[in-house]
């Protein structure tokens, strides 16, 4: 059992990674933002908010996130969560310490997959082309334009996260760039360690 977060840039692979840790070892994958894509096509007011933000490839508040992570929390996972795409903000990383110290509940590792910035652009396009194909809906915000605005956001927001888990001595930096069973080997080496 073990709880952990998934950190990277979009198109990093984290979504994909975390379905296979869902479907091997039982974890529970908490990814904000499904979360907020599906309280966009539930048309609650929280969704009708947040969509213009996430369309246009920004960050939606933190209270916002923060208050839909605790909600999940409150369910248990006994194989574990997954955090995919949250914490994304200093602020976040806060709260997260908070809510699972509140829980007398650990988070066991980050393991950040490392990527080349020049080849997510690519692999955003492909999912979306993915999608199209097989006639699943295509998200708004994996265009070249809103995914360069999702970049900086990583780089001013998130980024910074690698050196607060850095210091606190819980990251841990895999190559995001190898195949995905060699990535999927690569964390399971971290979680059968941890
Ligand atoms: P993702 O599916 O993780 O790429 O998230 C899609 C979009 O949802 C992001 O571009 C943000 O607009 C929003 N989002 C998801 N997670 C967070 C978060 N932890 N903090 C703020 N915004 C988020």
Redesign the pocket.
Known sequence: MANIILLGP?GAG??TQAERLVAERGMVQL???????EAKSSGTEMGKR?AA??E???????D??IGLIEEKLQKGAPGGFIF??????LK?ADALAELLARRGMALDAVIELVVDDKALVGRIVKRADDARAKGLPV?K?DTPEVFEV?LR?YYKNTAPLIGYYWAKQSLQQIDGMAAMEAVAAAIAKVLDKV
């Open positions: 979009p984290k979504g990814s904000t933002g499904d979360m907020l894509r947040v933000v996430m246009a490839g920004g960050l939606v508040t933190d916002i996130v995919d795409g949250f914490p994304r903000t976040q998200r915000d999702r956001e």
